[in-house]
């Protein structure tokens, strides 16, 4: 079983965690030293089977997950597979003993709430939106058989508000954008206000950046988006 990958040295920019075949195609994880959040960070990768290259869909996942909770559970290696669909999941937050972190589960490693901190002591590692917007597609562009000029962006919950955010900043990027059960107004909710303080700061203004609600109304979107809630929420 081979992957769809370039071949990496053993001192390169990533190394193989894991691999398994799955639908024909190929699930890894992968790790690589990280310079936005300075160490080292894990993700997911399925190749589906061919030459590629093959369109890009990223999914941001919720509080609490790591890389791997979409990928074991959602069972999307099979549609990908079909669809011919790279899908690439990165983890919600750095990691490490060296990592700042909070007892409480919606703060700290596994809550980075995809945002660049500002505020100490997170801002050493917590640097997730610029990981998700530049330095990961830059690894998967050089390392898959990944077609960067066809990318999707979705996720959950706190994921969702993470592929909106991306969406909102980086206009013409992405031609399909989905969220399930996003958080769209973080600076409204007690959870979210609880993070985007520690992480940015007291000064609201500073949390613009990170609230579909709020850049909604100064950023146009190039394509539909669909959002799915439940009416429990």
């Not at 791997?68 to 750095?94: C, H, W, Y």
């Not at 990961?136 to 999707?152: G, N, V």
């Not at 706190?158 to 107004?185: C, D, E, K, T, Y």
Request: hydrophobic share 45%.
């Amino acid at each position: 079983m081979t992957a769809r990958i370039a071949a990496q040295p053993t001192d390169g920019p990533m190394h193989l965690v894991e691999s398994h075949a799955c639908f024909g195609g190929v699930q890894g994880v992968y790790e690589h030293d990280s310079a936005a959040c300075a160490g080292p960070m894990r993700f997911a990768a399925f190749t589906p089977p061919g030459k590629g290259p093959f369109p890009v869909v990223w999914w941001l996942s919720g509080l609490t997950c790591t890389a791997m909770n979409f990928t074991e559970k959602a069972g999307a290696q099979r549609a990908a597979a079909d669809l011919g669909l790279l899908i690439v999941a990165p983890d919600t937050s750095p990691r490490g003993e060296a990592v700042a972190d909070d007892d409480a589960y919606d703060l700290g490693q596994g809550a980075g709430f995809y945002v660049d901190a500002t505020q100490a002591p997170w801002a050493a590692h917590f640097q997730m939106f610029t990981y998700v917007a530049s330095e990961l597609p830059s690894l998967i562009a050089s390392a898959f058989a990944a077609d960067m000029t066809r990318q999707a962006i979705s996720g959950h919950s706190m994921g969702g508000h993470g592929a909106l955010v991306q969406h909102f900043r980086n206009p013409g990027r992405f031609r399909s954008v989905s969220a399930f059960a996003p958080i769209v107004a973080p600076s409204r909710v007690p959870w979210g206000e609880k993070a985007l303080t520690a992480y940015l700061g007291d000064d609201r203004a500073a949390w613009a950046g990170y609230d579909a609600t709020r850049l909604v109304a100064d950023h146009a979107s190039d394509v539909d988006i669909l959002i799915d809630q439940g009416e429990a929420d």
